[in-house]
């Protein structure tokens, strides 16, 4: 079955500064690349994903980045806020019905 | 529009009593899964169901069962609880196989003494 890896389990940033958060996937079927933010005691919220005919996609402070050759894909955060803390997680989905979920990072973000 | 509804929201139980978690999704979306988390581990999937009338197992099915009672509505099961089924469960629906993400119920915190 797929398995994700993701990095670095924590991740204490400054404020204002940028989080970079890695996963790989062994699957090279996989197609759809979805990242997952956790608050405490909530559930897991889609932040963004993107699917495996494109490199790259954006929205306002947060991008994600796939190569499909290497097998990784990382989500980026720029000019990070006390709101972006959070637990992220990434996951890749091995066949068209279920998503394999990285073990989580995170993310803390110092005023 | 409620989304993915779960219940109970915290259950406690002692080894050995069964139990069912509820979850409902008013959204017409054709798959449901379950999924438990603890930490350090991510999110795993116990079962799911690609479509009405059809289960599947995923990674850590033990001790559970499923019914996908109708297109609303996936049970999840535990027939003699043990204290390595604490967890948080957390229910969740996809519209269709074409790669929408999930969405996700609140979660019930289960705690097996």
């Known amino acids: 079955g797929e398995n994700v890896e993701q990095h670095p389990s924590t991740l204490s940033v400054q404020e204002g500064d940028s989080a970079v958060i890695k996963c790989t996937y062994s699957d090279s079927a996989s197609n759809y690349f979805p990242w997952y933010k956790q608050e405490l005691g909530k559930r897991p919220q889609l932040i963004i994903d993107i699917r495996s005919n494109v490199g790259e996609k954006k929205d306002q402070r947060i991008a994600v980045t796939l190569n499909k050759t290497a097998k990784h894909f990382s989500l980026h955060i720029t000019e990070t806020q006390p709101e972006d803390s959070a637990v992220y997680f990434c996951a890749a989905n091995p066949n068209d019905y279920k998503l394999s979920f990285g073990a989580g990072t995170t993310v803390t973000v110092r005023a | 529009n409620a989304g993915v509804t779960q219940t109970p929201k915290f259950q406690v139980l002692k080894t050995g009593q069964s139990m069912t978690l509820q979850c409902a999704q008013d959204?017409?979306?054709?798959?449901m899964y379950w999924y438990r988390q603890d930490p350090g581990m991510g999110l795993r999937l116990i079962y799911y169901s690609a479509s009405e009338g059809t289960t599947d197992k995923g990674e850590v099915p033990n001790g559970y069962n499923v019914s996908r009672l109708n297109k609303r509505e996936f049970s999840l099961r535990l027939e003699s609880a043990a204290p390595s089924q604490t967890s948080v469960y957390f229910c969740a629906s996809r519209r269709d196989s074409t790669n929408y993400g999930y969405t996700f119920g609140s979660g019930t915190r289960l705690t097996v003494v």
């Open positions: 959204m017409n979306h054709n798959s």
